[in-house]
């Protein structure tokens, strides 16, 4: 486990390339000893480094294995670990465009989940496991939000609506309204519904959720600020929009968020875009006796 250690503070640091050298050392080393928990962590770690990464068929086959370790085992499908991995499955398959499988995953998961969250209701009280509930009803909040954003990516706005309103009262229940997590489906939500051209609803709430990152100190203060500039954007409120993004944009830089940099510079040229639209839409050719002269014969 001090090769899976080094790994992970490899990770933190960045060095990705190290912490691949590491765990392929301990995933080695779990073989030879036929550790069946230390060949399950070690790949599951393969398996997230090369998510992160974007190695998706990689991270398919490792988290693949990890599960069959897991399941030959004897650990039940219900698991919280397998189901975890099974949304990650479910997230890959959506990023490759393997939309039947995708689907699939995710609909397992939330059925499986769902039943889950039932039996722990049917349990005598002295049997119930408040720590596992709230797992289970989180990882189920994960699976909504991760099926919302594959609804987003495939222009099926509806459907994320309604699944990012159910990972939304999840977290807020769970967590708290001011949770980082919960102010972030908010702002999500918030960014579906002004995509849908519902700019009324979509702005109080993309409001709410910044007044409450502000006051909590939320880690990604920018990703909000830059969503709610958006918003304003689209409400045609110009100056509040350009006053938000360049907030943002400052907050992102100091982090060092290269993607949220170029995605508010996008929607400042957006702003900048539409303002000379409006301007020309106004300006009404000249008429009548103010109309230049021609010759005639």
Do not use: W
């Not at 599951?44 to 693949?64: I, P, R, T, W």
């Not at 049917?122 to 990882?139: C, G, I, V």
């Amino acid at each position: 486990m001090d090769l899976c250690k080094a790994a992970i503070l490899s990770i933190m640091r960045g060095q990705l390339h190290g912490a691949n050298g590491f765990l392929h050392q301990a995933i080695a080393l779990a073989h030879q000893s036929r550790n069946t928990q230390a060949i399950i962590y070690t790949y599951s770690l393969m398996a997230n480094l090369a998510y992160v990464q974007g190695e998706l068929d990689n991270a398919e086959k490792l988290f693949k294995a990890a599960m069959s370790f897991m399941l030959s085992g004897g650990t039940p499908q219900d698991d919280n670990g397998v189901i975890e991995m099974s949304l990650k499955l479910a997230t890959i398959y959506a990023g490759q465009n393997k939309n039947d499988l995708a689907e699939t995953g995710f609909q397992f998961c939330t059925e499986s989940l769902e039943a889950k969250l039932e039996k722990f209701k049917e349990l005598p009280a002295e049997e119930q496991s408040e720590e596992l509930r709230m797992e289970t009803r989180l990882l189920l909040g994960l699976t909504f939000d991760s099926h919302a954003r594959y609804m987003a990516a495939t222009h099926r706005l509806s459907r994320a609506v309604l699944d990012y309103k159910r990972a939304l009262l999840i977290c807020q229940e769970e967590q708290g309204e001011t949770h980082p997590q919960s102010l972030v489906l908010l702002s999500d939500l918030a960014t579906i519904l002004d995509l849908q051209g519902r700019h009324d609803e979509a702005l109080p709430l993309v409001k709410q959720a910044v007044e409450l990152s502000r006051e909590a100190g939320h880690p990604d203060q920018h990703v909000l600020l830059g969503n709610m500039a958006g918003v304003l954007l689209h409400n045609g409120l110009f100056e509040e929009s350009v006053k938000l993004y360049r907030e943002a944009l400052a907050l992102a830089q100091s982090v060092g968020d290269e993607e949220a940099v170029e995605q508010i510079r996008e929607g400042l040229k957006e702003v900048g875009n539409r303002r000379k639209a409006k301007k020309a839409e106004t300006e009404v050719p000249k008429t009548g006796t103010d109309a230049p002269k021609t010759e005639t014969d």
